[in-house]
T-cell receptor
Framework: GQNIDQPTEMTATEGAIVQINCTYQ??????LFWYQQHAGEAPTFLSY??LDGLEEKGRFSSFLSRSKGYSYLLLKELQMKDSASYLC??????????WGAGTKLIIKP | SQTIHQWPATLVQPVGSPLSLECTVE??????LYWYRQAAGRGLQLLFY??????ISSEVPQNLSASRPQDRQFILSSKKLLLSDSGFYLC???????????FGSGTRLTVV
């Protein structure tokens, strides 16, 4: 079966750095997405990786290792507004998105 | 620019009542459209997707159905709601299958 694993919940301090990991086992691979979802709202696109390596976008970076079936989302200089769930999704060989259950990130002052 | 509209934002319905959720996309043509359900603490579950008018693919057997009467309109329906239909319903669109998804604002459905 297809599976996306990410931690259920993480806690970090304002101003610090946090890394959210995602491991996947899917039928084929055609890209990995990270989405941010604030409570009660729709997910919004953060990043997309299809090749190995690091993609940096402001305070957020996303890393991919296809050989390891692994990605992480790195958030720097954490702000209180970063408190949200972060969803990892992998596009399989049929171009369907397989979603992880999300990681709830709690930021403390 | 492209926008996606989904309504209503919240809905409380009794068991056995019908359901109709609507989603429309503006600013693009022939989008791929999706209906997802998100249960608390769980990942997004794909319910239906459509690559064109009248073309609906169902991913999960359930008492829900979907229709696409117009290019940019996607409707989720049920004839008789069950308690288990409660959840957060999200409509999304993408341009071609190779691009990411943009989500509507979601509908919080509570079946009582």
């Amino acid at each position: 079966g297809q599976n996306i694993d990410q931690p259920t919940e993480m806690t970090a301090t304002e101003g610090a750095i946090v890394q959210i990991n995602c491991t996947y086992q899917t039928s084929g691979f055609n890209g990995l997405f990270w989405y941010q979802q604030h409570a009660g709202e729709a997910p919004t696109f953060l990043s997309y990786n299809v090749l190995d390596g690091l993609e940096e976008k402001g305070r957020f970076s996303s890393f991919l290792s296809r050989s390891k079936g692994y990605s992480y989302l790195l958030l720097k200089e954490l702000q209180m507004k970063d408190s949200a769930s972060y969803l990892c999704a992998v596009r399989d060989s049929n171009y369907q998105l397989i979603w992880g259950a999300g990681t709830k990130l709690i930021i403390k002052p | 620019s492209q926008t996606i509209h989904q309504w209503p934002a919240t809905l409380v319905q009794p068991v056995g009542s019908p359901l109709s959720l609507e989603c429309t996309v503006e600013g693009t043509s022939n989008p791929n459209l999706y209906w997802y359900r998100q249960a608390a603490g769980r990942g997004l579950q794909l319910l239906f997707y459509s690559v064109g008018i009248g073309q609906i693919s169902s991913e999960v057997p359930q008492n829900l159905s979907a229709s696409r009467p117009q290019d940019r309109q996607f409707i989720l329906s049920s004839k008789k709601l069950l308690l288990s239909d409660s959840g957060f319903y999200l409509c999304a669109w993408s341009l071609e299958r190779v691009y990411g998804y943009t989500f509507g604002s979601g509908t919080r459905l509570t079946v009582v």
